[in-house]
């Protein structure tokens, strides 16, 4: 389904790499099962991170390559639709065995054949996404990408930084609890969280989230730091804590991948939810809108809800695509 590192859809230049994801039938490479990279890396906004493991490979049917004329000419033209990315954060969006992999590349790929044309994702780093759009590195970006006001209005911490951006949104994700496999203990979810030991990565979200239940509550958090999300709920999985708070995409994959999905499991329900959104040029209102009819179409014909269940996030599924519907 991804091209390979060493077929033609690998592009190098300008210091980045772009994987090209051919509408099955279009060309490219077929299915094949890489190992995970094992790697880790620092947190971004709408996202941490943990080394991947592979879930099962999938195939999807053949689908010619006629570019939908609800796309710009220009891109029509191209014949690749390019969307930039941030390839760190399984599940979403990562490296797995010299391929490209996650929701959003699953995701990326069908709207890819709903709009009859192969898509190229683009690896950037994540702060500087939205200024290659800007920019016109690529068309889209598809990061976990957090749709928020600032964003849409083009400000970074209240200055004015462009145009701005719409979003289709796609994904919502809030922080989730992460217990061991059977919840000896009872957690009923985040608020139950008072008076047990909890482990949650340092200078994340989740950590500052139990510093503020702390606050709130007499019954303090025994808070557990750890330097990475994989160290984190491995503590967990050994017994030395109760639960883990982190966010709910790493979450979700931590339980279905750790042991065979057999060591972890999720209580409870998300707080402090975030919709994420593929984000596009204001100036790009028919792409934008394209994009949006092709997201609501695989909604209907169930290939949506195939994806985030391929990778075990279907709480985080939206019921239809809506365009800057974030806070």
């Given at each position: 389904m991804i091209a390979a590192l060493s077929a033609a859809g690998l592009v190098a230049g300008g210091g980045a790499l772009a994987w090209t994801l051919w509408p099955d039938g279009a060309g490219g490479s077929g299915d094949r099962e890489g190992g995970g990279d094992g790697s880790t890396a620092g947190d971004k906004p709408g996202g941490n991170r943990q080394p991947a493991t592979d879930p099962a490979p999938s195939r999807t049917p053949t689908h010619a390559a006629t570019p939908s004329e609800a796309l710009p000419k220009e891109i029509r033209d191209r014949g690749v639709l390019t969307i930039g990315s941030d390839l760190t954060y399984p599940p979403m969006e990562f490296r797995r065995g010299g391929e490209v992999a996650g929701v959003d590349i699953d995701l990326g790929k069908a709207l890819g054949r709903e709009l009859g044309i192969r898509?190229?994702?683009?690896?950037?780093?994540?702060?500087?996404?939205?200024?290659?759009?800007?920019?016109?590195?690529?068309?889209?970006?598809?990061?976990?990408?957090?749709?928020?006001?600032?964003?849409?209005?083009?400000?970074?911490?209240?200055?004015?930084?462009?145009?701005?951006?719409?979003?289709?949104?796609?994904?919502?994700?809030?922080?989730?609890?992460?217990?061991?496999?059977?919840?000896?203990?009872?957690?009923?979810?985040?608020?139950?969280?008072?008076?047990?030991?909890?482990?949650?990565?340092?200078?994340?979200?989740?950590?500052?989230?139990?510093?503020?239940?702390?606050?709130?509550?007499?019954?303090?958090?025994?808070?557990?730091?750890t330097d990475t999300t994989a160290e984190a709920y491995g503590d967990v999985a050994a017994g030395r804590s109760s639960a883990c708070l982190g966010e709910?995409?790493?979450?979700?994959?931590?339980?279905?991948?750790?042991?065979?999905?057999?060591?972890?499991?999720?209580?409870?329900?998300?707080?402090?939810?975030?919709?994420?959104?593929?984000?596009?040029?204001?100036?790009?209102?028919?792409?934008?809108?394209?994009?949006?009819?092709?997201?609501?179409?695989?909604?209907?014909?169930?290939?949506?809800?195939?994806?985030?269940?391929?990778?075990?996030v279907e709480d985080g599924a939206l019921e239809k695509a809506t365009v800057n519907g974030g806070r």
């Open positions: 898509v190229e994702f683009r690896n950037s780093v994540f702060d500087s996404l939205l200024a290659g759009l800007a920019a016109g590195r690529h068309d889209l970006v598809m990061s976990a990408m957090a749709d928020t006001q600032e964003r849409r209005e083009g400000r970074v911490d209240g200055v004015r930084t462009g145009a701005g951006v719409d979003f289709v949104d796609y994904f919502s994700a809030g922080l989730a609890v992460v217990v061991r496999k059977g919840n000896p203990e009872g957690v009923g979810g985040p608020e139950d969280l008072s008076g047990r030991t909890v482990t949650v990565q340092r200078g994340t979200v989740a950590h500052d989230y139990l510093d503020r239940l702390n606050r709130r509550r007499s019954k303090k958090v025994t808070i557990r730091e709910f995409p790493v979450a979700a994959h931590a339980a279905a991948t750790r042991s065979g999905g057999t060591a972890l499991e999720i209580v409870g329900d998300q707080v402090e939810r975030l919709t994420y959104g593929i984000a596009v040029a204001k100036a790009e209102t028919a792409l934008r809108d394209a994009v949006a009819a092709a997201l609501d179409r695989l909604i209907a014909n169930g290939e949506y809800a195939r994806v985030l269940r391929r990778w075990a």
